[in-house]
C-alpha cells in the first residue's frame, strides 16, 4: 500500500527566506505527483503537478522535482511572503483513477513578517 | 461554472440522521471524486465516478455511503445513520479526464454530527 511522508509537519521562517519542503512516497510506480495549498477551513488548491516522466515543475517562485526511482519530491519556494502561509500537502496518483490520489499529512507553513 | 461548487459550506446533524452533500464539478469534467479529511491529516479517498458510474468505491467506509451521479455532472454523497466519527471536511474534485491527471478541488464541506 502506498505511503507518503512528508517532512517536516511543521516550520516556522522569517519572510524573504528560501524553504525547501520535502514528500517521500514507498511506491515508486506512480502516474504523477501533485503538490497543493491548503488554507484553514478551506479547499485544496493545485499548485504544480509533476507526470512521471518529468523531473520538475515550475511556477512563479515555486518549483517542484520528482525523483521516482527514489521516491522524493520536493516543493521549493523562493523568497517566502507571508501569505504563503499555508498547509502545503503532497500526493501522488496510481494512475487510471482508481485508489484515488494518496496524500501525506501536510506541512504547515507560517512565514513571520 | 468557473470551480468545482460544494454545498451547504457546513452542516450540522445529530446522531441517527441522514446526510446529503452536494458537488457540481467543473463544466466538462468527466471524472469526479470524493474524499474526506479529518483535522490535522491528509484527505482520503472515498470514491470516483468516470461518467455516471462509480469506477472505484473502496474509500468508502461502510455501507452507510454511498455516492451518486446520475447525469455524469452533479453528485450526491449520501450518508446513513450518521455518527460522531463522521464528523469531517468532505472534499470534491473533478478532472477533465482519469488519464490526465490534475484534479481541482471545492471549498469542502464541513460535517459536524452531535
Known amino acids: 500500500k502506498q505511503e507518503v511522508t512528508q517532512i517536516p509537519a511543521a516550520l516556522s521562517v522569517p519572510e524573504g527566506e528560501n524553504l525547501v519542503l520535502n514528500c517521500s512516497f514507498t511506491?515508486?510506480?506512480?502516474?504523477?505527483l501533485q503538490w497543493f495549498r491548503q488554507d484553514p477551513g478551506k479547499g485544496l488548491t493545485s499548485l504544480l503537478l509533476?507526470?512521471?516522466?518529468?523531473r520538475e515543475q515550475t511556477s512563479g517562485r515555486l518549483n517542484a522535482s520528482l525523483d521516482k526511482s527514489s521516491g522524493r519530491s520536493t516543493l521549493y519556494i523562493a523568497a517566502s511572503q507571508p501569505g504563503d502561509s499555508a498547509t502545503y500537502l503532497c500526493?501522488?496518483?496510481?494512475?487510471?483513477?482508481?485508489?484515488?490520489?494518496?496524500f501525506g499529512k501536510g506541512t504547515h507553513l507560517i512565514i513571520q513578517p | 461554472g468557473a470551480g468545482v461548487s460544494q454545498t451547504p459550506s457546513n452542516k450540522v446533524t445529530e446522531k441517527g440522521k441522514y446526510v446529503e452533500l452536494r458537488c457540481d464539478p467543473i463544466?466538462?469534467?468527466?471524472?469526479l471524486y470524493w474524499y474526506r479529511q479529518s483535522l490535522g491529516q491528509g484527505p482520503e479517498f472515498l470514491i470516483y465516478?468516470?461518467?455516471?458510474?462509480?469506477?472505484?468505491d473502496s474509500g468508502l467506509p461502510n455501507d452507510r455511503f454511498f455516492a451518486v451521479r446520475p447525469e455524469g455532472s452533479v453528485s450526491t454523497l449520501k450518508i446513513q445513520r450518521t455518527e460522531r466519527g463522521d464528523s469531517a471536511m468532505y472534499l470534491c474534485?473533478?478532472?477533465?479526464?482519469?488519464?490526465?491527471?490534475?484534479?481541482?478541488f471545492g471549498e469542502g464541506s464541513r460535517l459536524t454530527v452531535l
Open positions: 463544466s466538462g469534467h468527466t471524472a
Open positions: 509533476i507526470q512521471s516522466s518529468q
Open positions: 465516478f468516470q461518467g455516471t458510474g462509480a469506477a472505484d
Open positions: 474534485a473533478s478532472s477533465l479526464s482519469s488519464s490526465t491527471g490534475e484534479l481541482f
Open positions: 500526493a501522488v496518483d496510481p494512475g487510471g483513477g482508481a485508489d484515488g490520489l494518496t
Open positions: 511506491d515508486s510506480a506512480i502516474y504523477n
